[in-house]
């Protein structure tokens, strides 16, 4: 019987896990979280997409009691910047496109165009970032209510499986900040914190973990252990010599340089998304949090420096980046073999990451140990549930490689040798038959990549029409249909976002009336000084 799991290591994956598995078996499970105080957090990981409610949910927390705490704010979408041409940007909202005449939205603009913009014609939220609106009004109420028609009452409940509708917003949050608040409701409710080092990780003579030994503490022995060591991959890869798959040969960006820069958000606001705008050798993160902006420069050191590349970070920030210390990292990017080996489970950058665009990187920690409670052994030998879980594991992967990799390679932008390298690289198995198929016809349910990863043939569609880089052409079946009620649907998305814009409050002074609301902000402050 498995009745004491040890994880090794802190940081968002490490306390993500503990607590989650806390809130799932309450006393029946005994968890502990063995972490080094010199390890520092990676931490770039501080955008998501919607499914991270449900985890959040499944804590038992609302909103009030935990974003504040962690200077936390709304994301609608990644907009995309200069990624067509320069001067150019984009949407992807969490929001899928409506239905007419049994054809999709996104459809009939290919073939009317109201404007030069699908995610304006087609998405209300688009129009909420331009505007720097909240999702919530003041009282709380998420803005679906304001519709009367559709599917959009029952939005609030929705998550991307299994559901009618999209639920509109994900999170920003500060990824040190969230560790540390998890930390406190984990050891709250039960999990064994221990500051160490672990300085050995021992094997039984069939090559099951024992223990870990710690500096101070000795050994510490479990029946599953747990592997949130990040990029080294301490116990999964270098103890129990599990393979690492590399994705390099479609997506080379290996690098990223980080910047936390202070900005007064109550005088500028606060745009509700992530954007990620194109350089000459990858992509520039920015997300607004309450006390300030993350902003990093995720490249590939094929095409530049370390160096070269902060200091086109700092350009693109401007004078305010002049004193603050950058973050340079080296990114591992592919997927281990597989996940869960023997009694190790690996979760968060040591079972596998893809560069942070799209934010991935929390839904990849959430995923792995979601499935780690759906798959939980009853003793560690239990090979077929280890092996549903590693290919459940490594789809989520596989698949948002391939969804990645078509960012670059849709992507009109052909300026530069990396820029121009992303349409010659080798296509990942299977996308070259689907590619010629959203030429003809805009990927649906049984065109995308077919496991689960997260995204839906929506979002494919938005980077397809958004990046313009790939021919796409309107179906022929659409020019023998009346237009008429497609054109009143859109006529219907353009009312509805300008009443929105005109009834929200923007999304500074949302969250800055929660915060007062509910007892002021981590530091007592509500929005630290610039």
């Not at 991307?160 to 994900?170: D, K, N, R, V």
């Not at 990858?282 to 990093?296: A, E, F, N, V």
Request: hydrophobic share 40%; net charge negative; glycine share 10%.
């Amino acid at each position: 019987m498995i009745e004491n799991v040890v994880i090794v290591g802190g940081g968002t994956a490490g306390w993500m896990t503990a607590t989650h598995l806390k809130a799932s078996f309450g006393d029946r499970l005994s968890v502990t979280l063995v972490e080094s105080k010199a390890v520092p957090t990676i931490g770039v990981g501080e955008a998501t997409f919607s499914t991270v409610r449900k985890f959040f949910r499944h804590l038992g927390l609302t909103e009030p009691e935990w974003m504040p705490r962690c200077h936390a704010s709304y994301k609608l979408a990644i907009r995309f910047e200069n990624w067509r041409a320069p001067g150019h940007h984009f949407y992807h909202p969490f929001e899928r496109p409506r239905v007419v005449e049994g054809f999709p939205l996104a459809e009939w603009w290919l073939r009317d165009r109201p404007s030069g913009r699908f995610d304006r014609d087609c998405s209300v939220l688009a129009a909420l970032c331009d505007a720097k609106r909240s999702p919530r009004h003041l009282d709380g109420g998420l803005f679906e209510g304001d519709f009367t028609t559709g599917d959009a009452q029952d939005m609030s409940r929705a998550t991307p499986e299994g559901q009618s509708t999209q639920f509109p917003y994900a999170y920003h949050f500060d990824a040190t900040l969230l560790a540390g608040f998890l930390a406190e409701y984990g050891v709250e409710r039960g999990v064994r914190h221990v500051r160490d080092d672990v300085v050995d990780v021992r094997l039984d003579a069939d090559g099951y973990i024992t223990d870990v030994l710690t500096k101070e503490h000795g050994p510490l022995g479990g029946d599953l252990f747990v592997d949130c060591t990040g990029f080294r991959g301490l116990l999964l890869n270098q103890k129990l010599g599990e393979p690492f798959v590399s994705y390099q040969d479609s997506l080379p960006n290996d690098s990223a340089v980080a910047l936390r820069v202070p900005v007064d958000v109550a005088a500028g606001g606060m745009r509700p998304c992530t954007t990620a705008s194109a350089q000459d050798a990858g992509w520039i993160w920015t997300i607004p949090l309450l006390d300030r902006l993350g902003t990093g420069y995720v490249y590939s050191s094929d095409y530049t420096t370390p160096e070269e590349a902060e200091r086109t970070l700092r350009r693109f920030v401007g004078p305010k980046s002049a004193d603050l210390a950058a973050n340079h990292i080296k990114m591992r990017i592919g997927r281990s073999a597989r996940s869960w080996v023997k009694n190790c489970v690996a979760i968060g950058l040591s079972s596998g990451f893809v560069e942070p665009l799209e934010s991935t990187g929390i839904f990849f920690i959430q995923n792995g140990v979601e499935q780690l409670v759906k798959h939980f052994p009853g003793t560690r030998d239990d090979e077929p549930l280890r092996r549903a879980y590693n290919h459940q594991v490594s789809g989520v992967m596989d698949g948002v490689r391939e969804f990645l990799f078509l960012h670059y390679y849709a992507a009109a932008r052909a300026d530069n040798d990396y820029w121009r390298d992303t349409k010659t690289r080798a296509v990942p198995d299977g996308l070259a038959e689907r590619l010629e198929q959203w030429s003809a016809t805009l990927p649906d349910e049984n065109s995308v990549f077919p496991r689960f990863h997260g995204f839906e043939p929506y979002s494919y569609t938005a980077m397809i029409l958004g990046l313009g880089g790939l021919p796409v052409r309107s179906l022929p079946v659409l020019d023998q249909l009346d237009p008429t009620t497609a054109r009143n649907e859109f006529e219907r998305v353009r009312k509805q976002a300008s009443a929105l814009i005109e009834r929200l409050p923007g999304q500074y002074e949302y969250l800055a009336h929660q915060v007062a609301r509910h007892g002021g902000a981590a530091g007592g402050r509500l929005v630290p000084s610039a």
